[in-house]
């Protein structure tokens, strides 16, 4: 089935140790999307593609960067994880405009 | 900035009764809604979708109704079942923002 995968589903890493998440899509879609979700909150958007460009949102911290090296993948890294950045994330793609999101089942990091 | 808010967290329901899950935005030029279902340990996934030329918009055991006078829209549920247990989260438009999010227990 087309679908988002998020590999792996658990992370660990060190404290300031550098850690990517992945993302593939078969689905073809335009959009892909990261998000953070903290327990018990709802999903925060951290950054997205639209095609190739680009969109921080204006709160991301500057530890976040994203790479899209091509339409079925996209990478999330983390250039020195924190304490605070233990969460759930999630990988979405949508066509683009008024289209709903199809989301994997998330990277759940942890921090030592 | 837009909002999109919900007005309970918690919701519990007896198995077969009818669920009724409220969320209210901010943004009156938002013009597309959607409902997610996240279940423990998975991310969320679509339920069902209503564009702003719509008041009603029914699917399979879930009805979306939009309220563009007050900017509210609620996601009834009907005949809930446990395996409708869940956060429900509403987003709008860009869907970048989500509400908070109503958990929904169904007791048996």
């Known amino acids: 089935d087309a679908m988002v995968i998020q590999n792996p589903r658990y992370q660990v890493t060190q404290f300031g140790k550098p850690v990517t998440l992945s993302c593939s899509q078969t689905?073809?879609?335009?959009?892909m999307y990261w998000y953070q979700q903290k327990s018990s909150q709802a999903p925060k958007l951290l950054f997205h593609?639209?095609?190739?460009?680009?969109?921080n949102e204006a709160d991301t911290p500057d530890n976040f960067q994203s790479r899209r090296p091509n339409t079925s993948f996209c990478f999330l890294d983390i250039r020195s994880p924190g304490l605070g950045d233990a969460a759930m994330y999630l990988c979405?793609?949508?066509?683009?405009?008024?289209?709903?999101?199809?989301f994997g089942d998330g990277t759940r990091l942890s921090i030592l | 900035g837009e909002s999109v808010g919900l007005h309970l967290p918690t919701l519990s329901v007896q198995e077969g009764d009818n669920s009724i899950i409220n969320c209210a935005y901010s943004?009156?030029?938002?013009?597309?809604f959607i409902w997610y279902k996240q279940e423990s340990g998975k991310g969320p996934q679509f339920i069902i979708d209503?564009?702003?030329?719509?008041d009603k918009r029914q699917g399979q055991r879930v009805t979306v109704l939009l309220n563009k006078t007050v900017k509210h829209l609620s996601l009834q549920i009907a005949a809930t079942q446990p395996g409708d247990s869940a956060v429900y989260f509403c987003?709008?438009?860009?869907?970048?923002?989500f509400g908070t999010g109503t958990s929904l227990t169904v007791i048996p």
């Open positions: 979405a793609t949508s066509k683009g405009g008024n289209q709903p999101q199809h």
């Open positions: 689905l073809n879609h335009n959009v």
């Open positions: 593609y639209y095609d190739k460009d680009f969109n």
């Open positions: 943004n009156s030029a938002s013009d597309y």
């Open positions: 209503i564009r702003s030329n719509m």
């Open positions: 987003a709008e438009s860009n869907q970048f923002y």
